[in-house]
């Protein structure tokens, strides 16, 4: 590689990194894509491999496998833990640095309990292969546990289910649990029935799906309550521990609680000792640089951008991604002597949500959906975003398998907690 | 479930422990199935989770749901701790006990380093879907660590995979890990040379695959070598730990060690206090009983039983499914009166091994065969004994899309040694 070429180092192979790396395709520059795991993760369908509907391998694939064909993309498995900014170098963990001379931080974000942290043991989030296969060991256990358990008290919060936080996560985990106990693993106990499983959702706010119009939310929340998911609004949790949660005056016994309520940003700000807001995000300038280092980009869940209309850009895939694309334009347009700068736009194409393997809540503004005819759209489009060829053929059988037969493909539990299996 | 039946508890749904229980079909009996795992495993396809050609849910199925029809049968997940030969009761882990009328113990076998279990954390062995995780993790993680190493000794060292134990476990791996290095990996990576990377298969005795007719031996380390894998025979390895192997006057620098040279019965002999061989394996009547307790049985790799040539049953799955079927009907034919002793006679099928996704070598006494006619013999064989349709169908496309891509769908570091992923 051309040592002499403009140096872009990528930190993230998320949406917006990948999505950058590919749009830089043919620029006159070297590129370095650091990421702390060897795999890009299409975190959209994570909720699936969480509750047993697909396998890890199914929804993430090696980063330097997808960028095999691009000689100008070097691939580094590495931890960042700080840039130099006076000395343009990203720091690694294992001591080294790499030097850049354009920096793109797209290092997404994790879930947060905001101020709660010890609530993290018994409440896990979603966020990576190991939360999903933390989640799905949780949840199997809390079933073959219940088979053993006498005690009809303690057995009844064993098949107590609790999901914080009424977002398409939440919402999509409650329909899919729902459909586990009451369908995949009817009929294969014998001490307990599965029907009898409680799956509750908490909502601290008046309505689930808050971002989707109102009537979404309306519908969102009958076709759960349809498929026996109790819905609480209103009301946020206050405690939670091995035993249940306590929102409002209730408290609920539940051996098994999933956190969906929120996240924070990655420790970019940290490292470059930048402003962030509240939930940890760099408060950007219009063109996505940080302010004072216009050789810094930061984009995806880890940047805080307001839209014209005062809202924020919302931590999503296609923002994500057209913030990569809008860099790569930038970066481009800089090495042919254009450095005027660039105010993104972020472009809102829609909302989504699925409930259960029937139905769905689409929102394109413009037009609302919902019912069959919105899952399955929601589903082309899911294994049309699916970058790999194989993996959209693999997840497709997966679905048509449990659509047509209920029964789900990875019901595997592993030993030991953080997400082994 | 009729409380006064014969009550059959079978600790194990392993091969032998499933045969059993669908023998027992129809049977006067109720069963009561106990595993530490909630799902059986396809071991003779696991060395391909480790090498990243199957993910971890298509060789891996739910207990409970392989039994779901048997309405005569009750699954626990549960630790077996001991075994109450005057109570006839099984004790589990969490202080609960099961009565049982007849036992069947049939708990398999774990990878053994006599006398070295220091090794273990260097050179994983290869029983558990998580060990073959954490092999896959290893394996991958070198090149990862090889892209970024700077040092040429250090760099060869993450290069240099060696494979303890030349048996068919071994054998597949170093073929499996050869593909992928000079194969599957090649030209995804910027700093180093995949093909560079050694594969090194040692064996204490005098040739590979000792069961097997030396021709095919003979045929199997050639095809090895023809891959690139270096094949070390006649000296035992002495001494090994995280820089690398000792084996006669040889110490190999590598990071990367596995362990396919041995393995020890599980603790069923601790637990009845009964007589075992060297290999922990429970020496028992030719009917396959505990001596001095007729209601008991050991079968599969926790039994040691001789064969009228004095060569001891061997580990293989075919002996485990023969005896399961063996010890159903001595159960049936007691419940009808018949308590006359039933020796078990093992039927060697034959042996097989693959090389690579080419070879094979298949050993049938009666006839030998090698080559690819061999290789989709023996895959054809192996999608003909998976246990469930769908994951059939699954193997067989993922296997189809590495042998005519050479591309493997399971690459995933997971973060975390121990297996997560």
Do not use: C
């Amino acid at each position: 590689m051309d040592e002499a070429k403009h140096h872009v180092v990528v930190v993230g192979a998320g949406f917006g990194g990948l999505e950058l790396t590919r749009a830089l395709a043919g620029a006159p520059v070297r590129i370095t894509m650091i990421d702390k795991r060897n795999h890009h993760l299409f975190q959209p369908l994570l909720y699936q491999v969480a509750t047993t509907s697909l396998a890890t391998s199914e929804i993430a694939w090696p980063i330097r496998h997808l960028l095999r064909k691009r000689k100008d993309v070097t691939t580094l498995l590495g931890n960042v833990t700080g840039v130099d900014r006076a000395g343009k170098r990203v720091l690694l963990e294992d001591g080294s640095s790499v030097a850049y001379d354009t920096l793109v931080l797209a290092t997404g974000a994790r879930h947060a309990y905001f101020g709660h942290d010890e609530w993290e043991p018994f409440a896990p989030g979603l966020k990576t292969l190991e939360d999903a296969t933390t989640i799905r060991r949780r949840i199997l256990l809390a079933f073959e546990e219940g088979e053993r358990e006498t005690d009809p008290a303690k057995r009844q919060a064993l098949l107590t289910l609790v999901i914080v936080g009424g977002g398409p996560t939440g919402v999509e985990l409650a329909g899919t649990i729902v459909e586990l106990a009451h369908d995949t693993l009817r009929g294969e106990f014998r001490n307990i029935d599965t029907r009898q499983a409680r799956v509750v959702l908490i909502e601290a706010g008046d309505r689930i799906l808050a971002n989707f119009a109102p009537e979404l939310s309306a519908y969102a929340q009958k076709a759960l309550e349809r498929l026996g998911v109790t819905v609480e609004l209103g009301r946020p949790v206050t405690h939670l521990d091995a035993e249940g949660v306590v929102f409002g005056d209730t408290h609920l016994p539940a051996r098994t609680i999933l956190w969906a309520a929120g996240v924070a940003a990655s420790p970019a700000a940290e490292w470059l000792g930048a402003t962030a807001d509240r939930a940890a995000r760099v408060l950007v300038e219009p063109d996505l640089t940080v302010p004072g280092s216009p050789e810094i980009f930061v984009i995806g869940d880890t940047a805080h951008l307001l839209r014209p209309d005062g809202k924020p850009v919302p931590g999503v895939a296609p923002a994500a991604k057209q913030q990569g694309k809008h860099v790569a334009a930038t970066i481009k347009a800089r090495l042919a002597g254009d450095t005027a700068p660039r105010p993104f736009r972020y472009r809102h194409d829609g909302d989504l949500a699925t409930i259960g393997k029937r139905a769905a809540a689409i929102d394109f503004g413009w037009i609302k959906l919902t019912g069959w005819l919105a899952w399955w759209l929601w589903g082309i489009a899911h294994i049309y975003f699916l970058i790999d060829f194989r993996n959209r053929l693999a997840v497709t059988l997966s679905w048509l398998w449990i659509y047509f037969t209920g029964q789900r493909s990875a019901r595997l539990i592993t030993q030991g907690d953080g997400g082994k299996g």
